[in-house]
């Protein structure tokens, strides 16, 4: 049996381990997929690493990080390098996948951290920047060379940030204060006309993914749920977890419609299968700015 029928039986939205608990460290975050449909999160075993898990699950040790870094998000470039929010030495790091050879992409001392980042259909990042002890934060952008730009200050406790399909729309969200928001983001990637999305009334916020679609996939630390959203901010359904307190999400699957939820709590990674591809699998496939249809085939 193939492993597409297989995938097409499963339900959608139900939740079941993919790795076995406690493998990753409870500090396990920033999941995502190449183009072989390999996964990556952050601490593997200890801290310190980046663990790789085959489409089989398996797990190893893909790197360890140079001079006490501690990743955070992942993000893969158009060209298929992996870049890493560092968020203890204030960095984004870059790993050349063939020869694992890491090195320094962008480098801003007065961050409080790079937490989570998102990437550009023109491998432009945005970085959230929490500051837990104040609950506020910042809002970065990094270019292509690497030059560093100060967004938005004066935030809450910035966290999951994603962008649309369309390339048009910046999401980011405030742990804190249970909020999202939205910018246009503008050929030149500047962002204007912020609005409120929505404002949750408990619970935690943390990583974010978008659909092809549009719909926006939210982490629920404490909750244990991924909720959906639609790009209005409507509710369209709320997947339960095993675990409570997810950290972040990405895509990934033979097709695109398999996502993977990291677990701090219990040191893992669950995964659960939806109706419409992730943008960041789209991504991996080279296929930027391209709508690939629903592959469903039951």
């Not at 049996?1 to 939205?13: A, C, H, T, V, W």
């Not at 999202?180 to 974010?208: A, N, Q, R, S």
């Not at 749920?225 to 509710?235: F, Q, R, W």
């Not at 991996?284 to 249809?293: A, E, F, I, S």
Request: charged content about 25%; overall charge negative.
């Amino acid at each position: 049996m193939k492993e597409s029928d297989n995938i097409s039986r499963e339900p959608y939205y139900r939740s079941r381990d993919f790795t076995a608990e406690h493998g990753f460290t409870s500090g396990i975050e920033g999941p995502a997929t190449d183009a072989q449909g390999n996964l990556y999160a952050v601490n593997f075993a200890s801290e310190h690493t980046i663990g790789r898990v085959t489409p089989e699950g398996e797990c190893s040790v893909f790197v360890e990080l140079p001079n006490g870094s501690i990743g955070n998000g992942i993000r893969f470039t158009s060209k298929g390098e992996m870049l890493i929010a560092d968020y203890t030495n204030h960095n984004i790091l870059q790993v050349d996948m063939q020869t694992r050879q890491i090195s320094v992409f962008a480098h801003e001392p007065s961050m409080s951290q790079p937490n989570d980042i998102c990437i550009t259909p023109d491998d432009v990042v945005f970085a959230s920047d929490p500051d837990w002890q104040t609950a506020t934060g910042r809002l970065w952008r990094i270019d292509r060379d690497g030059v560093v730009t100060l967004m938005e200050a004066d935030m809450g406790t910035t966290n999951g940030i994603e962008v649309t399909p369309d390339g048009k729309t910046l999401y980011v969200n405030e742990s804190v204060q249970r909020r999202i928001y939205k910018y246009e983001l503008t050929p030149d990637h500047k962002l204007l006309h912020k609005k409120l999305v929505i404002e949750f009334p408990d619970y935690g916020l943390d990583g974010m993914r978008c659909d092809l679609d549009g719909n926006l996939y939210v982490t629920r630390w404490g909750k244990g749920t991924v909720v959906k959203l639609s790009p209005e901010g409507a509710v369209i359904a709320e997947i339960e977890l095993i675990g409570k307190n997810c950290t972040n999400l990405t895509f990934g699957g033979i097709d695109g419609r398999t996502c993977y939820v990291t677990v701090a709590d219990r040191g893992n990674i669950e995964t659960f299968r939806v109706e419409t591809p992730g943008r960041c699998w789209l991504a991996t496939q080279g296929r930027w700015g391209r709508r690939k249809g629903n592959t469903d085939t039951r």
